[in-house]
C-alpha cells in the first residue's frame, strides 16, 4: 500500500492512497484525514486504507491523475525525526573528512542525532542555501515511520512497530558541522529541513526485499543530471533498523509518527559511487590529495529514488533544486 500528503488545506497535508504504479490516487476519506491520524489509530486505519487500495487496483474507485508537485512530506511535519548513521563506511569517510576519529564503539553502539521535524520538505520543494560557504550536501537515506513503540523494546520485537517505509533527503551544511561538535552538544545550524519522497509504503510493498531489519534494494542518486551513486542499502547496513529500534528505546518511549533514518547509504564498493557529495570529496583527497567536487550552490539538482528487481519506483522520487535564500 502506497500513502501520500496532499499539501493542505491544513499544515498535515490531506491524506490519499495511491495507485501502485504512483499516477493516480484516491481520498483517504474523513475517518483518517491526515497520515498522522492514521498512524493513531493503525490498527482501525490500516484494514481501511487497504480496502480503498484493493478498490483502486480493481478499477473499482474513482482516482484522481497524481501530480507530484502537489505532494508534501508523506509527514509534512512529525512528532520526531531520529536519525541514525547505520553504515560504517560513511562514518569513517565523513569522520577523515573533518579529521575527527570514528568513536571507539563504532561498531557497537549506534550513532542517532535529533533533527528538525517541525518543517519537513516535500519531495519536490527546493532547498534554500542562504551563503555557499556553508558547504551544502545532500545524503540519500532510508526511512522506517514508526507507530507507538514503548521504552525497552527488544530488536526481535522491533519489527512490530514499523508501520511504514520511505525515502530522505537528509540535507547537510558540511562547513558549520566542525564548530558545531566542537561544542559538545551534537548538531543543530548544520541540519537544515530534510526532505522526503513522494510516497511511504507499508512493509509487504518491499516483499522479499526487506530481510532482517534492511531493505535490500539500491538507493539511486542523480547529481546534476548523471548518476553520482546507486549503492546497495541492505548488506552493508551495519545496524539495522530492527537494532536502530532498540537502541532508541532504550531509555524512552516513542509515540506514533516517529520517524527513524538509516543513515546515509554507503557501499566500500567504488563502483556503486556515493550518496553524499563529502564521501565523494574524502575519496578524491585519498586518491589525489585534494578534493575537486565543489559542494552544492543553487541551480544544482538532486534526484532520489530506489526502484525493485522489476523496475518500479516504490517510493517515488525525491526532486529538489538549490536556490539561493
Request: with cysteine; net charge negative; aromatic share 6%.
Given at each position: 500500500?502506497?500513502?501520500?500528503?496532499?499539501?493542505?488545506?491544513?499544515?498535515?497535508?490531506?491524506?490519499?492512497?495511491?495507485?501502485?504504479d504512483?499516477?493516480?490516487?484516491?481520498?483517504?476519506?474523513?475517518?483518517?484525514?491526515?497520515?498522522?491520524?492514521?498512524?493513531?489509530?493503525?490498527?482501525?486505519?490500516?484494514?481501511?486504507?487497504?480496502?480503498?487500495?484493493?478498490?483502486?487496483?480493481?478499477?473499482?474507485?474513482?482516482?484522481?491523475p497524481?501530480?507530484?508537485?502537489?505532494?508534501?512530506?508523506?509527514?509534512?511535519?512529525?512528532?520526531?525525526?531520529?536519525?541514525?548513521?547505520?553504515?560504517?563506511?560513511?562514518?569513517?569517510?565523513?569522520?577523515?573528512?573533518?579529521?575527527?576519529?570514528?568513536?571507539?564503539t563504532?561498531?557497537?553502539?549506534?550513532?542517532?542525532?535529533?533533527?528538525?521535524?517541525g518543517?519537513?520538505?516535500?519531495?519536490?520543494?527546493?532547498?534554500?542555501?542562504r551563503?555557499?560557504?556553508?558547504?551544502?550536501?545532500?545524503?540519500?537515506?532510508?526511512?522506517?515511520?514508526?507507530?507507538?513503540?514503548?521504552?525497552?523494546?527488544?530488536?526481535?520485537?522491533?519489527?512490530?512497530?514499523?508501520?511504514?517505509?520511505?525515502?530522505?533527503?537528509?540535507?547537510?551544511?558540511?562547513?558549520l558541522?566542525?564548530?558545531?561538535?566542537?561544542?559538545?552538544?551534537?548538531?543543530?545550524?548544520?541540519k537544515?529541513?530534510?526532505?522526503?519522497?513522494?510516497?511511504?509504503?507499508?512493509?509487504?510493498?518491499?516483499?522479499?526485499?526487506?530481510?532482517?531489519?534492511?531493505?535490500?534494494?539500491?538507493?539511486?542518486?542523480?547529481?546534476?543530471?548523471?548518476?553520482?551513486?546507486?549503492?546497495?542499502?541492505?548488506?552493508?547496513?551495519?545496524?539495522?533498523?530492527?537494532?536502530?529500534?532498540?537502541?532508541?528505546?532504550?531509555?524512552?518511549?516513542?509515540?506514533?509518527?516517529?520517524?527513524?533514518?538509516?543513515?546515509?547509504?554507503?557501499n566500500?564498493?567504488?563502483?556503486?559511487?556515493?550518496?553524499?557529495?563529502?564521501?565523494?570529496?574524502?575519496?578524491?583527497?585519498?586518491?589525489?590529495?585534494?578534493?575537486?567536487?565543489?559542494?552544492?550552490?543553487?541551480?544544482?539538482?538532486?534526484m532520489i529514488?530506489?526502484?525493485?528487481?522489476?523496475?518500479?519506483?516504490?517510493?517515488?522520487?525525491?526532486?529538489?533544486?538549490?536556490?539561493?535564500?
Open positions: 500500500m502506497k500513502l501520500a500528503s496532499l499539501r493542505g488545506p491544513g499544515r498535515d497535508g490531506t491524506l490519499v492512497v495511491v495507485r501502485r504512483g499516477l493516480a490516487y484516491a481520498p483517504a476519506g474523513e475517518a483518517f484525514p491526515t497520515l498522522q491520524a492514521a498512524l493513531d489509530d493503525w490498527e482501525r486505519a490500516e484494514p481501511a486504507l487497504r480496502r480503498i487500495a484493493d478498490e483502486i487496483e480493481r478499477g473499482g474507485a474513482a482516482v484522481t497524481l501530480a507530484v508537485e502537489d505532494l508534501a512530506a508523506p509527514l509534512p511535519r512529525a512528532y520526531e525525526w531520529v536519525d541514525g548513521s547505520a553504515y560504517i563506511h560513511h562514518i569513517v569517510l565523513v569522520r577523515k573528512a573533518r579529521g575527527a576519529e570514528p568513536p571507539e563504532l561498531t557497537t553502539d549506534p550513532l542517532v542525532y535529533q533533527g528538525g521535524s518543517v519537513l520538505l516535500g519531495p519536490t520543494d527546493d532547498i534554500v542555501l551563503d555557499e560557504a556553508w558547504g551544502l550536501d545532500f545524503e540519500a537515506e532510508v526511512c522506517a515511520v514508526l507507530g507507538d513503540t514503548p521504552q525497552g523494546t527488544r530488536r526481535e520485537e522491533a519489527h512490530r512497530h514499523i508501520r511504514l517505509f520511505l525515502l530522505a533527503n537528509d540535507v547537510t551544511l558540511r562547513n558541522v566542525p564548530a558545531e561538535l566542537a561544542k559538545g552538544f551534537g548538531f543543530f545550524c548544520s537544515p529541513a530534510t526532505a522526503f519522497s513522494p510516497f511511504a509504503i507499508t512493509p509487504d510493498e518491499l516483499g522479499d526485499a526487506l530481510r532482517d531489519g534492511r531493505v535490500h534494494l539500491r538507493l539511486r542518486s542523480t547529481y546534476n543530471g548523471a548518476l553520482i551513486g546507486d549503492p546497495e542499502a541492505g548488506p552493508e547496513m551495519h545496524f539495522s533498523f530492527f537494532e536502530l529500534i532498540e537502541h532508541i528505546a532504550r531509555t524512552r518511549s516513542f509515540t506514533a509518527g516517529t520517524l527513524l533514518g538509516s543513515g546515509t547509504v554507503s566500500r564498493d567504488p563502483a556503486r559511487g556515493v550518496s553524499c557529495l563529502a564521501e565523494k570529496r574524502m575519496l578524491e583527497i585519498l586518491a589525489r590529495g585534494a578534493a575537486t567536487t565543489p559542494f552544492m550552490k543553487p541551480g544544482d539538482t538532486i529514488e530506489m526502484r525493485n528487481r522489476a523496475g518500479e519506483s516504490l517510493f517515488g522520487r525525491i526532486a529538489q533544486r538549490v536556490v539561493p535564500g
